[in-house]
Nanobody, 127 residues
Framework: QVQLVESGGGSVQSGGSLRLSCVASGYTNRRRWMGWFRQRPGKEREGVAAIYTGGGATDYAASVKDRFTISEDYAENTVYLQMNSLKAEDTAMYYC????????????????????WGQGTQVTVSS
């Protein structure tokens, strides 16, 4: 059973930084697309960043490019989201998600292409 556990959320002032972590378990082939998504109050869930674990390819939403960095510790089966220069509009529940191992479709930031989800971690940025 695939499990994704996020941590690292919290409250920070505008301009600050946070690093989110997502530890994955329950599968043997770790090469797959994994992503970070967020859902702001009253909004649909949106893709923030994605990475092909073990391969290095990444993708970012335009709104976070140059501020957020997705990375991985392949040995530890962990994906990170380093968030710098945070803004009030980054306030959201952040979710980690993973695809099935052979799913190489594009649309890497589309939530509907992901099969497994964590419980989420709240990020609050005050201005």
């Amino acid at each position: 059973q695939v499990q994704l556990v996020e941590s690292g959320g919290g409250s920070v002032q505008s301009g600050g930084s946070l690093r989110l972590s997502c530890v994955a378990s329950g599968y043997t082939n770790r090469r797959r697309w994994m992503g970070w998504f967020r859902q702001r109050p009253g909004k649909e869930r949106e893709g923030v960043a994605a990475i092909y674990t073990g391969g290095g390819a990444t993708d970012y939403a335009a709104s976070v490019k140059d501020r957020f960095t997705i990375s991985e510790d392949y040995a530890e089966n962990t994906v990170y989201l380093q968030m710098n220069s945070l803004k009030a509009e980054d306030t959201a529940m952040y979710y980690c998600a993973a695809r099935e191992e052979n799913d190489l479709r594009h649309a890497y930031l589309s939530p509907v292409t992901y099969d497994y989800w964590g419980q989420g971690t709240q990020v609050t940025v005050s201005s």
